[in-house]
Protein backbone atom coordinates (compact mmCIF):
# COMPACT_ATOMS: atom_id res chain seq x y z
CA UNK A 1 0.00 0.00 0.00
CA UNK A 2 2.83 2.33 1.14
CA UNK A 3 4.43 1.36 -2.42
CA UNK A 4 1.31 2.45 -4.25
CA UNK A 5 0.75 5.84 -2.19
CA UNK A 6 4.63 6.72 -3.53
CA UNK A 7 4.27 5.51 -7.37
CA UNK A 8 0.90 8.03 -7.63
CA UNK A 9 2.46 11.01 -5.47
CA UNK A 10 6.11 10.56 -7.43
CA UNK A 11 4.63 9.56 -11.17
CA UNK A 12 2.27 12.57 -10.80
CA UNK A 13 5.39 14.68 -9.59
CA UNK A 14 7.47 13.82 -12.48
CA UNK A 15 4.14 14.14 -15.14
CA UNK A 16 3.59 17.53 -13.41
CA UNK A 17 7.02 18.88 -13.44
CA UNK A 18 7.79 17.56 -17.15
CA UNK A 19 4.73 19.57 -18.68
CA UNK A 20 5.96 22.94 -16.85
CA UNK A 21 8.82 22.26 -18.06
CA UNK A 22 7.60 22.79 -21.23
CA UNK A 23 5.46 25.74 -20.14
CA UNK A 24 7.75 27.71 -18.34
CA UNK A 25 8.77 31.29 -20.59
CA UNK A 26 12.29 31.58 -18.78
CA UNK A 27 14.76 28.56 -19.84
CA UNK A 28 16.34 28.73 -16.33
CA UNK A 29 13.23 27.17 -14.72
CA UNK A 30 12.46 25.01 -17.27
CA UNK A 31 15.98 23.34 -16.41
CA UNK A 32 15.25 23.37 -12.74
CA UNK A 33 11.72 21.46 -13.57
CA UNK A 34 13.63 18.68 -15.23
CA UNK A 35 15.88 17.95 -11.92
CA UNK A 36 12.46 18.00 -10.12
CA UNK A 37 11.12 15.52 -12.72
CA UNK A 38 14.62 13.28 -12.88
CA UNK A 39 14.53 13.30 -9.27
CA UNK A 40 11.23 11.73 -9.20
CA UNK A 41 11.57 9.63 -11.31
CA UNK A 42 14.99 8.53 -9.32
CA UNK A 43 12.27 7.89 -6.52
CA UNK A 44 10.45 5.87 -8.60
CA UNK A 45 13.61 3.78 -9.24
CA UNK A 46 14.05 3.31 -5.74
CA UNK A 47 10.32 2.34 -5.36
CA UNK A 48 11.14 -0.33 -7.95
CA UNK A 49 13.78 -1.70 -5.95
CA UNK A 50 16.60 -0.68 -8.17
CA UNK A 51 18.67 1.64 -6.31
CA UNK A 52 21.89 1.58 -8.36
CA UNK A 53 19.72 2.72 -11.56
CA UNK A 54 18.07 5.46 -9.09
CA UNK A 55 21.75 6.90 -7.80
CA UNK A 56 22.98 6.13 -11.57
CA UNK A 57 20.23 8.67 -13.00
CA UNK A 58 20.46 11.40 -10.04
CA UNK A 59 24.43 11.33 -10.47
CA UNK A 60 24.49 11.29 -14.23
CA UNK A 61 21.14 13.10 -15.68
CA UNK A 62 20.51 15.46 -12.54
CA UNK A 63 23.99 16.08 -11.22
CA UNK A 64 26.45 15.93 -14.35
CA UNK A 65 23.78 16.71 -17.29
CA UNK A 66 21.57 19.18 -15.87
CA UNK A 67 24.68 21.34 -14.60
CA UNK A 68 26.00 21.17 -18.38
CA UNK A 69 22.25 22.75 -19.12
CA UNK A 70 22.59 25.18 -16.54
CA UNK A 71 25.90 25.84 -17.34
CA UNK A 72 25.32 26.57 -21.17
CA UNK A 73 21.83 28.63 -20.50
CA UNK A 74 23.76 30.72 -18.05
CA UNK A 75 26.77 31.18 -20.91
CA UNK A 76 23.99 32.23 -23.20
CA UNK A 77 21.90 34.18 -20.87
CA UNK A 78 18.98 33.31 -22.48
CA UNK A 79 16.06 36.33 -22.66
CA UNK A 80 12.49 35.49 -21.36
CA UNK A 81 11.06 33.48 -24.37
CA UNK A 82 8.07 36.10 -25.65
CA UNK A 83 5.10 34.88 -27.85
CA UNK A 84 4.66 37.96 -29.82
CA UNK A 85 8.72 38.52 -30.37
CA UNK A 86 8.76 34.40 -32.00
CA UNK A 87 10.61 34.50 -35.43
CA UNK A 88 7.81 33.55 -37.87
CA UNK A 89 10.23 33.09 -40.63
CA UNK A 90 12.29 30.29 -38.74
CA UNK A 91 12.21 27.37 -40.87
CA UNK A 92 10.22 24.96 -38.47
CA UNK A 93 7.57 27.04 -38.60
CA UNK A 94 6.50 26.56 -41.93
CA UNK A 95 3.48 24.67 -42.38
CA UNK A 96 4.86 21.41 -44.08
CA UNK A 97 7.09 21.28 -40.70
CA UNK A 98 3.79 21.67 -38.53
CA UNK A 99 2.39 18.94 -40.81
CA UNK A 100 5.49 16.22 -40.41
CA UNK A 101 5.44 17.47 -36.27
CA UNK A 102 1.80 16.52 -36.38
CA UNK A 103 2.50 13.36 -37.72
CA UNK A 104 5.68 12.43 -35.62
CA UNK A 105 3.18 13.43 -32.44
CA UNK A 106 0.50 11.00 -33.85
CA UNK A 107 3.07 8.39 -34.14
CA UNK A 108 4.68 9.02 -30.48
CA UNK A 109 0.89 8.48 -29.23
CA UNK A 110 0.55 5.39 -30.73
CA UNK A 111 3.79 3.96 -30.01
CA UNK A 112 3.50 4.71 -26.70
CA UNK A 113 -0.12 3.39 -26.17
CA UNK A 114 1.17 0.04 -28.39
CA UNK A 115 4.04 -0.23 -25.70
CA UNK A 116 1.97 0.37 -22.55
CA UNK A 117 -0.78 -2.31 -23.79
CA UNK A 118 1.86 -4.70 -24.34
CA UNK A 119 3.49 -4.32 -20.86
CA UNK A 120 0.23 -4.35 -19.35
CA UNK A 121 -1.02 -7.94 -21.14
CA UNK A 122 2.06 -8.79 -20.04
CA UNK A 123 1.37 -8.47 -15.93
CA UNK A 124 4.90 -9.68 -14.94
CA UNK A 125 6.14 -8.50 -11.29
CA UNK A 126 8.47 -5.30 -11.81
CA UNK A 127 11.97 -5.24 -10.27
CA UNK A 128 12.17 -8.87 -10.93
CA UNK A 129 13.12 -11.71 -13.18
CA UNK A 130 11.50 -15.28 -14.24
CA UNK A 131 14.44 -16.95 -12.33
CA UNK A 132 13.71 -14.91 -9.39
CA UNK A 133 17.26 -12.62 -9.51
CA UNK A 134 17.02 -9.23 -8.77
CA UNK A 135 18.26 -6.81 -11.59
CA UNK A 136 18.35 -3.80 -9.61
CA UNK A 137 21.53 -5.56 -8.03
CA UNK A 138 24.71 -4.02 -9.31
CA UNK A 139 26.30 -7.49 -9.48
CA UNK A 140 23.64 -9.05 -11.85
CA UNK A 141 23.32 -5.73 -13.48
CA UNK A 142 26.72 -5.53 -14.47
CA UNK A 143 26.44 -9.41 -15.62
CA UNK A 144 23.33 -8.87 -17.72
CA UNK A 145 25.18 -6.06 -19.43
CA UNK A 146 28.12 -7.49 -20.62
CA UNK A 147 26.69 -11.30 -21.44
CA UNK A 148 23.17 -10.94 -22.60
CA UNK A 149 22.97 -7.04 -23.74
CA UNK A 150 26.41 -6.92 -24.78
CA UNK A 151 26.00 -5.69 -28.26
CA UNK A 152 23.67 -3.01 -27.15
CA UNK A 153 25.86 -1.88 -24.46
CA UNK A 154 28.63 -1.57 -27.39
CA UNK A 155 26.46 -0.45 -30.06
CA UNK A 156 25.47 2.66 -27.64
CA UNK A 157 28.86 3.35 -26.23
CA UNK A 158 29.71 3.65 -30.08
CA UNK A 159 26.40 5.83 -30.93
CA UNK A 160 27.60 8.60 -28.44
CA UNK A 161 31.22 8.37 -29.97
CA UNK A 162 29.77 9.66 -32.73
CA UNK A 163 27.60 11.84 -31.51
CA UNK A 164 30.77 13.21 -29.49
CA UNK A 165 32.89 13.40 -32.76
CA UNK A 166 30.15 15.36 -35.03
CA UNK A 167 29.51 17.47 -32.05
CA UNK A 168 33.43 18.22 -32.28
CA UNK A 169 33.38 18.46 -35.91
CA UNK A 170 30.62 21.26 -35.82
CA UNK A 171 32.05 23.07 -33.24
CA UNK A 172 35.11 23.14 -34.86
CA UNK A 173 35.81 26.47 -37.13
CA UNK A 174 37.52 26.47 -40.73
CA UNK A 175 41.09 27.12 -40.17
CA UNK A 176 41.31 26.11 -36.09
CA UNK A 177 44.33 23.55 -35.94
CA UNK B 1 12.77 -1.40 28.69
CA UNK B 2 10.87 -1.94 25.83
CA UNK B 3 13.42 -2.48 22.59
CA UNK B 4 10.65 -1.77 20.43
CA UNK B 5 10.38 2.01 21.55
CA UNK B 6 14.39 1.91 22.48
CA UNK B 7 15.73 1.44 19.09
CA UNK B 8 13.62 4.15 17.39
CA UNK B 9 14.38 7.10 19.61
CA UNK B 10 18.20 5.95 19.59
CA UNK B 11 17.91 6.42 15.52
CA UNK B 12 16.27 9.60 16.43
CA UNK B 13 18.91 10.58 18.70
CA UNK B 14 21.61 9.86 16.16
CA UNK B 15 20.36 11.78 13.61
CA UNK B 16 19.67 15.07 15.97
CA UNK B 17 23.33 14.43 17.22
CA UNK B 18 25.00 13.93 13.77
CA UNK B 19 22.89 17.47 12.84
CA UNK B 20 24.26 19.15 15.62
CA UNK B 21 27.81 17.57 15.48
CA UNK B 22 27.72 19.44 11.75
CA UNK B 23 26.35 22.85 12.89
CA UNK B 24 28.79 22.92 15.80
CA UNK B 25 31.80 21.62 13.41
CA UNK B 26 31.11 24.23 10.69
CA UNK B 27 31.37 26.55 14.10
CA UNK B 28 34.45 24.67 15.07
CA UNK B 29 36.13 25.43 11.32
CA UNK B 30 35.18 29.18 11.54
CA UNK B 31 37.35 29.79 14.63
CA UNK B 32 40.08 26.76 13.72
CA UNK B 33 40.54 28.41 9.78
CA UNK B 34 41.20 31.98 11.18
CA UNK B 35 43.21 30.51 14.18
CA UNK B 36 45.49 28.46 11.81
CA UNK B 37 45.94 31.37 9.57
CA UNK B 38 46.59 33.74 12.36
CA UNK B 39 49.41 31.79 13.33
CA UNK B 40 50.58 31.35 10.00
CA UNK B 41 50.65 34.89 9.77
CA UNK B 42 52.18 35.11 12.94
CA UNK B 43 49.88 37.05 14.40
CA UNK B 44 47.13 35.71 17.23
CA UNK B 45 43.61 35.39 15.33
CA UNK B 46 40.71 36.48 17.18
CA UNK B 47 41.33 36.53 20.95
CA UNK B 48 38.71 38.73 22.23
CA UNK B 49 35.21 37.06 22.53
CA UNK B 50 35.69 34.26 25.40
CA UNK B 51 38.67 32.81 26.36
CA UNK B 52 41.43 32.96 23.70
CA UNK B 53 38.14 34.12 21.04
CA UNK B 54 36.67 30.43 21.07
CA UNK B 55 33.26 32.76 21.06
CA UNK B 56 34.52 34.42 17.69
CA UNK B 57 32.12 32.34 15.33
CA UNK B 58 29.05 32.77 17.70
CA UNK B 59 29.19 36.37 18.34
CA UNK B 60 30.04 36.44 13.95
CA UNK B 61 26.18 34.28 13.45
CA UNK B 62 24.91 36.78 15.82
CA UNK B 63 25.75 39.42 14.00
CA UNK B 64 24.75 38.25 10.90
CA UNK B 65 21.21 37.07 12.01
CA UNK B 66 20.65 41.02 12.99
CA UNK B 67 21.96 42.14 9.78
CA UNK B 68 19.48 43.63 7.20
CA UNK B 69 18.57 41.01 4.51
CA UNK B 70 19.24 42.57 1.02
CA UNK B 71 17.99 41.40 -2.54
CA UNK B 72 18.82 43.20 -5.51
CA UNK B 73 16.28 44.68 -7.76
CA UNK B 74 16.84 42.86 -10.76
CA UNK B 75 17.56 39.51 -9.11
CA UNK B 76 14.78 36.45 -9.38
CA UNK B 77 13.16 36.34 -6.25
CA UNK B 78 12.28 32.83 -5.72
CA UNK B 79 15.52 31.53 -6.76
CA UNK B 80 17.53 33.89 -4.82
CA UNK B 81 15.68 32.86 -1.67
CA UNK B 82 16.19 29.21 -2.82
CA UNK B 83 19.38 28.84 -3.87
CA UNK B 84 21.16 29.19 -0.08
CA UNK B 85 18.29 26.78 1.47
CA UNK B 86 19.31 24.36 -1.50
CA UNK B 87 23.26 24.61 -0.72
CA UNK B 88 22.75 23.96 2.84
CA UNK B 89 20.56 21.30 2.68
CA UNK B 90 22.38 18.92 0.34
CA UNK B 91 25.30 19.80 2.51
CA UNK B 92 23.47 18.05 5.98
CA UNK B 93 21.85 15.41 4.00
CA UNK B 94 25.14 13.89 2.20
CA UNK B 95 25.92 13.16 5.45
CA UNK B 96 23.37 10.97 6.30
CA UNK B 97 24.93 7.54 4.72
CA UNK B 98 28.17 8.26 6.54
CA UNK B 99 29.27 5.71 9.31
CA UNK B 100 31.38 7.01 12.13
CA UNK B 101 31.85 3.96 14.23
CA UNK B 102 31.57 0.46 14.51
CA UNK B 103 28.08 -1.78 16.15
CA UNK B 104 27.34 -1.40 19.45
CA UNK B 105 25.05 -1.93 22.17
CA UNK B 106 25.18 1.27 23.60
CA UNK B 107 26.87 -0.85 27.17
CA UNK B 108 24.08 -3.58 26.79
CA UNK B 109 21.21 -0.76 26.62
CA UNK B 110 19.72 -2.82 23.18
CA UNK B 111 19.89 -6.27 22.68
CA UNK B 112 20.60 -5.96 19.19
CA UNK B 113 23.41 -4.11 18.44
CA UNK B 114 23.06 -0.93 16.35
CA UNK B 115 24.78 0.78 13.71
CA UNK B 116 26.73 4.33 14.30
CA UNK B 117 25.71 6.30 11.45
CA UNK B 118 22.19 7.91 10.58
CA UNK B 119 21.79 5.58 7.26
CA UNK B 120 23.05 2.29 6.42
CA UNK B 121 22.27 1.79 2.40
CA UNK B 122 23.51 -0.49 -0.20
CA UNK B 123 24.96 2.12 -2.68
CA UNK B 124 25.93 4.43 0.39
CA UNK B 125 28.76 5.64 -1.54
CA UNK B 126 26.68 6.30 -5.08
CA UNK B 127 24.41 8.02 -2.34
CA UNK B 128 26.87 10.63 -0.89
CA UNK B 129 27.85 11.24 -4.24
CA UNK B 130 24.60 11.94 -5.79
CA UNK B 131 23.77 14.18 -2.92
CA UNK B 132 26.97 16.20 -2.59
CA UNK B 133 26.39 16.68 -6.34
CA UNK B 134 23.32 18.67 -6.06
CA UNK B 135 24.64 21.06 -4.05
CA UNK B 136 26.67 22.63 -6.60
CA UNK B 137 22.93 23.74 -7.77
CA UNK B 138 22.89 26.29 -4.67
CA UNK B 139 26.11 27.51 -5.49
CA UNK B 140 25.62 27.85 -9.32
CA UNK B 141 21.39 29.48 -8.70
CA UNK B 142 22.68 32.09 -6.44
CA UNK B 143 25.05 33.32 -8.87
CA UNK B 144 22.84 33.70 -11.74
CA UNK B 145 19.74 34.98 -9.62
CA UNK B 146 21.59 37.80 -7.83
CA UNK B 147 21.75 39.22 -11.45
CA UNK B 148 24.75 40.46 -11.20
CA UNK B 149 28.04 39.72 -13.19
CA UNK B 150 30.37 38.58 -10.82
CA UNK B 151 27.95 36.30 -9.00
CA UNK B 152 26.78 34.82 -12.57
CA UNK B 153 30.87 34.36 -13.30
CA UNK B 154 31.03 32.99 -9.74
CA UNK B 155 28.09 30.74 -10.42
CA UNK B 156 29.95 29.59 -13.81
CA UNK B 157 32.81 28.45 -12.75
CA UNK B 158 31.26 26.88 -10.00
CA UNK B 159 29.69 24.56 -12.63
CA UNK B 160 32.12 23.52 -14.96
CA UNK B 161 34.57 23.18 -12.44
CA UNK B 162 31.74 20.69 -10.76
CA UNK B 163 31.21 18.69 -14.04
CA UNK B 164 35.49 18.66 -14.37
CA UNK B 165 36.42 17.51 -11.48
CA UNK B 166 33.22 15.28 -10.66
CA UNK B 167 34.45 12.76 -13.57
CA UNK B 168 38.12 12.09 -11.40
CA UNK B 169 36.35 11.89 -8.27
CA UNK B 170 33.78 9.27 -9.55
CA UNK B 171 36.62 7.11 -11.19
CA UNK B 172 39.04 7.46 -7.88
CA UNK B 173 35.79 6.13 -5.78
CA UNK B 174 35.42 3.40 -8.18
CA UNK B 175 39.15 1.78 -7.61
CA UNK B 176 38.14 1.68 -3.94
CA UNK B 177 34.68 -0.22 -4.56
CA UNK B 178 36.34 -2.64 -6.92
CA UNK B 179 38.88 -3.37 -4.19
CA UNK B 180 36.02 -3.48 -1.36
CA UNK B 181 33.33 -5.38 -3.92
CA UNK B 182 30.99 -3.07 -2.08
CA UNK B 183 28.94 -0.08 -2.53
CA UNK B 184 27.85 -0.05 0.78
CA UNK B 185 30.24 2.42 2.94
CA UNK B 186 30.21 0.42 5.90
CA UNK B 187 31.56 -2.92 4.12
CA UNK B 188 34.40 -0.86 2.55
CA UNK B 189 35.40 0.07 5.89
CA UNK B 190 34.67 -3.28 7.56
CA UNK B 191 37.06 -4.98 4.61
CA UNK B 192 39.94 -2.48 5.85
CA UNK B 193 40.31 -4.45 9.09
CA UNK B 194 43.80 -6.55 9.86
CA UNK B 195 47.27 -5.73 9.13
CA UNK B 196 49.74 -6.43 6.61
CA UNK B 197 53.10 -7.97 7.85
CA UNK B 198 51.57 -7.60 11.70
CA UNK B 199 52.36 -4.05 11.73
CA UNK B 200 50.67 -2.25 8.46
CA UNK B 201 46.47 -1.77 9.06
CA UNK B 202 44.76 -2.56 5.89
CA UNK B 203 44.01 0.80 4.73
CA UNK B 204 43.05 1.30 0.96
CA UNK B 205 45.51 4.34 0.97
CA UNK B 206 48.32 1.90 0.90
CA UNK B 207 46.78 0.30 -1.99
CA UNK B 208 45.46 3.07 -3.79
CA UNK B 209 48.14 5.64 -3.00
CA UNK B 210 47.30 7.55 -6.50
CA UNK B 211 43.66 7.12 -5.55
CA UNK B 212 43.93 9.08 -2.83
CA UNK B 213 45.88 11.88 -4.26
CA UNK B 214 43.19 12.02 -6.82
CA UNK B 215 40.05 11.78 -4.54
CA UNK B 216 41.62 14.54 -2.17
CA UNK B 217 42.31 16.91 -5.31
CA UNK B 218 39.28 16.53 -6.81
CA UNK B 219 37.60 16.68 -3.06
CA UNK B 220 39.13 20.30 -2.87
CA UNK B 221 38.02 20.75 -6.03
CA UNK B 222 34.23 19.83 -5.23
CA UNK B 223 34.05 21.48 -2.16
CA UNK B 224 35.30 24.75 -3.75
CA UNK B 225 38.18 25.47 -1.30
CA UNK B 226 41.75 27.11 -2.02
CA UNK B 227 43.74 26.69 -4.58
CA UNK B 228 40.48 25.81 -6.54
CA UNK B 229 37.96 28.29 -5.02
CA UNK B 230 37.15 29.88 -8.50
CA UNK B 231 33.17 30.62 -7.45
CA UNK B 232 34.52 32.94 -5.22
CA UNK B 233 37.96 34.21 -6.24
CA UNK B 234 37.80 37.39 -4.28
CA UNK B 235 40.84 39.20 -6.21
CA UNK B 236 38.86 38.64 -9.58
CA UNK B 237 34.77 37.97 -8.82
CA UNK B 238 34.41 40.31 -5.77
CA UNK B 239 33.00 37.76 -3.33
CA UNK B 240 31.89 35.69 -6.67
CA UNK B 241 28.53 33.55 -6.65
CA UNK B 242 27.67 35.27 -2.84
CA UNK B 243 28.30 38.71 -3.62
CA UNK B 244 24.86 40.16 -3.38
CA UNK B 245 24.21 38.18 -0.06
CA UNK B 246 23.67 39.49 3.20
CA UNK B 247 22.46 38.22 6.68
CA UNK B 248 21.38 34.82 7.32
CA UNK B 249 20.81 33.72 3.47
CA UNK B 250 25.06 34.92 3.30
CA UNK B 251 25.89 32.45 6.75
CA UNK B 252 24.27 29.21 5.13
CA UNK B 253 26.93 28.88 1.96
CA UNK B 254 30.01 29.11 4.55
CA UNK B 255 28.15 26.88 6.94
CA UNK B 256 27.39 24.65 3.28
CA UNK B 257 30.97 25.11 2.49
CA UNK B 258 32.27 23.40 5.77
CA UNK B 259 29.59 20.78 6.23
CA UNK B 260 31.01 19.77 3.02
CA UNK B 261 34.11 20.06 3.74
CA UNK B 262 33.73 17.51 7.13
CA UNK B 263 31.41 15.03 4.93
CA UNK B 264 34.44 14.76 2.02
CA UNK B 265 36.89 14.50 5.11
CA UNK B 266 34.58 11.51 6.46
CA UNK B 267 34.47 9.66 3.08
CA UNK B 268 38.21 10.06 2.65
CA UNK B 269 38.63 8.43 6.53
CA UNK B 270 36.07 5.68 5.29
CA UNK B 271 36.87 4.63 2.03
CA UNK B 272 40.92 5.29 2.51
CA UNK B 273 42.13 5.50 6.37
CA UNK B 274 40.15 2.25 7.66
CA UNK B 275 37.47 4.48 9.24
CA UNK B 276 37.05 3.73 12.73
CA UNK B 277 39.62 0.82 12.70
CA UNK B 278 42.84 2.39 14.18
CA UNK B 279 46.11 0.30 15.71
CA UNK B 280 45.24 -0.47 19.64
CA UNK B 281 42.48 1.29 19.41
CA UNK B 282 39.72 -0.79 20.62
CA UNK B 283 35.93 -0.89 18.81
CA UNK B 284 34.18 0.69 21.31
CA UNK B 285 36.53 4.21 20.98
CA UNK B 286 36.26 4.06 17.12
CA UNK B 287 34.36 6.75 16.74
CA UNK B 288 37.24 8.86 18.55
CA UNK B 289 39.92 7.43 15.92
CA UNK B 290 37.61 8.52 13.17
CA UNK B 291 37.25 12.09 14.93
CA UNK B 292 41.19 12.16 14.76
CA UNK B 293 41.12 11.45 11.67
CA UNK B 294 38.47 13.46 10.23
CA UNK B 295 39.85 16.37 11.61
CA UNK B 296 43.45 15.70 10.39
CA UNK B 297 42.30 16.28 7.41
CA UNK B 298 40.29 19.27 7.80
CA UNK B 299 43.62 20.33 9.33
CA UNK B 300 45.24 19.88 6.03
CA UNK B 301 42.53 21.36 4.07
CA UNK B 302 43.09 24.41 6.09
CA UNK B 303 46.62 24.34 6.18
CA UNK B 304 46.81 24.03 2.49
CA UNK B 305 44.21 27.17 2.33
CA UNK B 306 46.80 29.51 3.81
CA UNK B 307 50.25 28.05 1.88
CA UNK B 308 48.86 26.77 -1.76
CA UNK B 309 47.88 30.04 -4.28
CA UNK B 310 45.18 29.78 -6.00
CA UNK B 311 45.57 28.52 -9.31
CA UNK B 312 44.38 30.56 -12.62
CA UNK B 313 41.21 29.14 -14.66
CA UNK B 314 42.75 27.85 -17.85
CA UNK B 315 45.12 26.04 -15.59
CA UNK B 316 42.31 24.09 -13.31
CA UNK B 317 40.41 23.18 -16.74
CA UNK B 318 43.94 22.06 -18.04
CA UNK B 319 44.71 20.51 -14.73
CA UNK B 320 41.55 18.37 -14.45
CA UNK B 321 41.09 17.40 -18.18
CA UNK B 322 44.65 16.63 -19.50
CA UNK B 323 46.68 15.04 -16.04
CA UNK B 324 43.90 14.02 -13.46
CA UNK B 325 41.33 12.14 -15.23
CA UNK B 326 43.42 10.45 -17.27
CA UNK B 327 45.83 9.84 -14.30
CA UNK B 328 42.18 8.59 -12.45
CA UNK B 329 41.33 6.16 -15.50
CA UNK B 330 44.75 4.10 -15.33
CA UNK B 331 44.43 3.68 -11.78
CA UNK B 332 40.86 2.45 -12.17
CA UNK B 333 42.25 0.14 -14.65
CA UNK B 334 45.33 -0.71 -13.01
CA UNK B 335 43.29 -1.53 -9.70
CA UNK B 336 40.40 -3.77 -11.92
CA UNK B 337 43.08 -5.74 -13.56
CA UNK B 338 44.97 -6.49 -9.88
CA UNK B 339 41.79 -7.47 -8.71
CA UNK B 340 41.03 -10.04 -11.11
CA UNK B 341 44.38 -11.17 -11.19
CA UNK B 342 44.68 -11.48 -7.31
CA UNK B 343 41.03 -13.21 -6.67
CA UNK B 344 40.63 -15.07 -10.01
Known sequence: MPESVLFYLLSGLAVAASALVIGQRNPMYSVLLLIVSFAALAGLYIVLDAPFVAMAQMIIYAGAIMVLFLFVVMLLNAPQEDGAEWDRTHPLRRPGFARIGVVLAVLLVAELGWALAKVVSLGSPVGGRADGAVIGSVREMGRVLFTQYSFAFEATSVLILVAMVGAVVLARREGDA | ?344
Open chain 2, 1 to 344: MDQALLRPAVIGLMIFIVFNALIIASAILVYAERKIMGFMQQRYGPYLVGPHGMMQPFADILKLLFKEELRPKGADKWLFTLAPVLAVVAAFAAFATVPFGAETTLFGLLDEPIKLGVADVNVGVLVVFAVTSMGVYGIVLAGWSSNSKYALFGGLRASAQMISYELSYATAIAAVILLAGSMSVREVVDSQTGFWLGFIPKWYIFLQPLGFIIYAIAGVAETNRAPFDFPEAEQELVAGFNTEYSSVRFALFPQAEYINMVTMSAVATDLYLGGWHFPFVPEYLGWLAFLAKVGFILFVYIWMRWTVPRYRYDQLMKFGWKYLFPASVINLLVTAAMVLYFNA
